[in-house]
């Protein structure tokens, strides 16, 4: 699998997201008993939303692109005793992983993906969740002022991703957890089932 320089470096430092404990907008559903069965979250940075699907009983499973993020994840796990595993992947290939999960968690990656790689990460989930699973997942808003960070994602710009074989049940305006800012960041967040 390719390098990403980019990803990995951005892990060098500490990245804005990666707020040592996972959003409250999951840690909700995970208290709600929505991370059951085989949960993968993607692109799953050092790992929090893993674990937290795997201390609800998840048989829970991480991947991201960045070498350096899987190695702390791991860490974090074998010191918090945690059972889960990581693994360096590609969001865009799921379909690699050969394995089907009942719940798919995202916090922050459908947005990185500009308007032709969109269709291509939509089906990557499709080819990783089984029919009538839950992808749950956290964007940045367009609600978010200014034009600093990600790209803004609109309601309007979720439902057409997600128009073909997929059911949205909920989109809720949601904050974003960000170590630079304490009021956080506007986010949507989406209840999406496959169909």
Same mark, same amino acid.
């Given at each position: 699998?390719?390098?990403?320089?980019?990803?990995?470096?951005?892990?060098?430092?500490?990245?804005?997201?990666?707020?040592?404990?996972?959003?409250?907008?999951?840690?909700?559903?995970?208290?709600?008993?929505?991370?059951?069965?085989?949960?993968?979250?993607?692109?799953?940075?050092?790992? +929090?939303?893993?674990?937290?699907?795997?201390?609800?009983?998840?048989?829970?499973?991480?991947?991201?692109?960045?070498?350096?993020?899987?190695?702390?994840?791991?860490?974090?796990?074998?010191?918090?005793?945690?059972?889960?595993?990581? +693994?360096?992947?590609?969001?865009?290939?799921?379909?690699?992983?050969?394995?089907?999960?009942?719940?798919?968690?995202?916090?922050?990656?459908?947005?990185?993906?500009?308007?032709?790689?969109?269709?291509?990460?939509?089906?990557?989930?499709?080819?990783?969740?089984?029919?009538?699973?839950?992808?749950?997942?956290?964007?940045?808003?367009?609600?978010?002022?200014?034009?600093?960070?990600?790209?803004?994602?609109? +309601?309007?710009?979720?439902?057409?991703?997600?128009?073909?074989?997929?059911?949205?049940?909920?989109?809720?305006?949601?904050?974003?957890?960000?170590?630079?800012?304490?009021?956080?960041?506007?986010?949507?967040?989406?209840?999406?089932?496959?169909?």
């Amino acid at each position: 699998m390719a390098q990403h320089p980019s990803w990995n470096s951005v892990y060098e430092g500490s990245p804005p997201w990666d707020i040592g404990r996972p959003q409250p907008g999951f840690v909700m559903l995970a208290d709600a008993g929505e991370f059951q069965g085989r949960v993968l979250d993607v692109g799953c940075g050092t790992g +929090e939303h893993v674990m937290l699907a795997a201390s609800h009983g998840a048989e829970a499973m991480g991947v991201d692109v960045a070498e350096l993020a899987i190695e702390r994840a791991r860490a974090k796990a074998q010191q918090r005793g945690i059972s889960a595993i990581f +693994e360096v992947g590609d969001a865009l290939h799921l379909d690699r992983l050969r394995r089907q999960f009942d719940v798919i968690t995202d916090s922050g990656v459908f947005h990185v993906f500009d308007d032709e790689e969109r269709p291509v990460y939509v089906n990557s989930l499709r080819s990783a969740l089984r029919p009538g699973g839950m992808y749950y997942m956290m964007c940045f808003s367009d609600r978010q002022p200014g034009d600093w960070g990600p790209r803004r994602v609109s +309601e309007a710009e979720l439902r057409a991703a997600f128009k073909d074989g997929w059911s949205i049940k909920s989109i809720e305006p949601a904050i974003f957890a960000v170590t630079i800012d304490d009021n956080g960041v506007q986010a949507w967040l989406a209840t999406i089932e496959r169909l």
